[in-house]
């Protein structure tokens, strides 16, 4: 095999930065102790890496006070926070057609203890129309949970006019991000997002098992939270503390991996996230160019990709999308993905349930070159040839 190509950014990103992987070092070797729970230097250290990360991940999402982001394993415990917190004595709910499980799961376990749940209905290029979402809202409506960007088409959502509705009304607007913190700018108060949930192991360049989960000011007395536990702070009492962050971090952190998603964080802060997502929707246009081209190929979702994450997902005639990504393995070094990405509803929504598709997810290591080897090898398999 003469080269790898990483395709499969958008399940978790690699490679990594050097500076990540640089901090989670420092923090084993040099400090390693428990922050928040001993008054000596290390422990001391250890609740400043935290912070410092807390105010970085703020900053790429203009959140004002960094103490509103508490820290999780990855976007789906920041989402079951949230869904089950906000929504767990029942009421309503409207969510999209084009959701992922960590966002279906939680509703529909919920919806059999008498939450009720509305999908507005997205396109065949997985678009929502906000037209088609409104009439859904209602008086008893509590919240609205909706991706920024779909990890099967890459569609980007019209966050911003949904957002601006739902407070016209006082209904919690709650994003996944997933699929956009780090590459698609995000701005909180201007987007009017009450609650986003994102992950750290994918466009921030971290490490798996670290998240998050920005709440607007005053939601944790409606969010309840899932765990309790030690959290260092008013040890006084044996009921949770009721503030931010604390509310939401029982327990021992994974702060070697927040050390290394600060760094990362970091790293993209300083390159600017409009840069990234300038770059990325490069690589994007070049791939929905060569994929369209090729006889047999079906591309999946919307053509215009500043439309759109990067996320590309297509189908090819006659094959498989497991066996062409078996083929992209073996024969060109090319790491995709294929099946329903954890997303029947959408693959439902594009006609593709439930065979599913192919998935490139470039990021922001890919290069130009990388994508035209992954169209020649598409171009190759859908002829029928091995390399």
């Given at each position: ?26 923090f084993?070797?040099?400090v ?10 290390l422990s ?11 105010e ?28 089950h917190?906000?929504l ?45 979402l409104?009439?859904?809202?209602r ?6 949970v ?8 890459g569609?980007l ?20 991000a ?6 698609v ?6 987007m ?16 798996q ?9 005053g ?5 309840a939270a ?10 006084e ?7 931010m ?5 029982a327990?021992?952190p ?12 970091g ?22 160019a ?41 024969n ?16 439902r ?9 192919l ?29």
């Amino acid at each position: 095999m003469s080269r790898t190509v990483y395709l499969d950014n958008a399940a978790t990103s690699w490679p990594k930065p050097e500076v990540m992987m640089k901090a989670m070092c420092a923090f084993s070797s040099s400090v390693g102790a428990n922050p928040g729970r001993s008054g000596h230097t290390l422990s001391i250290e250890a609740a400043r890496i935290i912070l410092a990360a807390r105010e970085t991940v703020a900053a790429l999402f203009a959140i004002p006070n960094p103490l509103r982001v508490a820290f999780t394993r990855n976007a789906t415990e920041a989402l079951n926070i949230a869904i089950h917190g906000l929504l767990g004595e029942g009421g309503h709910v409207v969510t999209s057609s084009m959701e992922h499980n960590s966002v279906m799961r939680p509703l529909r376990a919920l919806e059999g203890r008498g939450l009720r749940v509305d999908a507005a209905p997205c396109s065949a290029t997985g678009e929502l129309d906000p037209r088609d979402l409104l009439p859904l809202l209602r008086p008893e409506t509590k919240a609205v949970v909706i991706t920024h960007a779909s990890n099967v088409t890459g569609t980007l959502m019209p966050i911003g006019e949904i957002g601006a509705a739902c407070r016209e009304r006082g209904i919690a607007l709650c994003v996944d991000a997933s699929q956009t913190a780090g590459t698609v700018p995000i701005d909180v108060e201007a987007m009017r997002v009450d609650l986003l949930a994102f992950t750290g192991h994918k466009a921030l360049l971290g490490p798996q098992g670290t998240g998050g989960l920005y709440l607007r000011e005053g939601l944790e007395h409606k969010v309840a939270a899932l765990m309790q536990g030690g959290t260092g702070s008013a040890s006084e009492f044996e009921v949770q503390p009721g503030f931010m962050p604390d509310k939401y971090e029982a327990g021992t952190p994974n702060t070697i991996g927040i050390a290394g998603l600060g760094a990362s964080a970091g790293f993209i802060l300083e390159r600017g996230v409009e840069a990234v997502r300038e770059y990325e929707t490069g690589l994007v246009a070049r791939l929905l160019a060569g994929l369209s081209s090729i006889p047999g190929v079906s591309v999946h979702g919307v053509a215009d990709a500043s439309r759109r994450s990067a996320v590309v997902s297509f189908t090819l005639k006659g094959v498989s999308p497991s066996d062409a990504v078996l083929s992209l393995d073996a024969n060109y070094g090319i790491m995709a993905r294929p099946g329903l990405h954890c997303a029947p509803s959408a693959h439902r929504t594009i006609g593709t349930f439930p065979e599913g598709t192919l998935r490139f997810s470039p990021g922001f290591f890919t290069t130009p070159e990388d994508i035209d080897h992954a169209v020649e090898a598409v171009a190759r398999i859908a002829q029928g040839k091995r390399r």
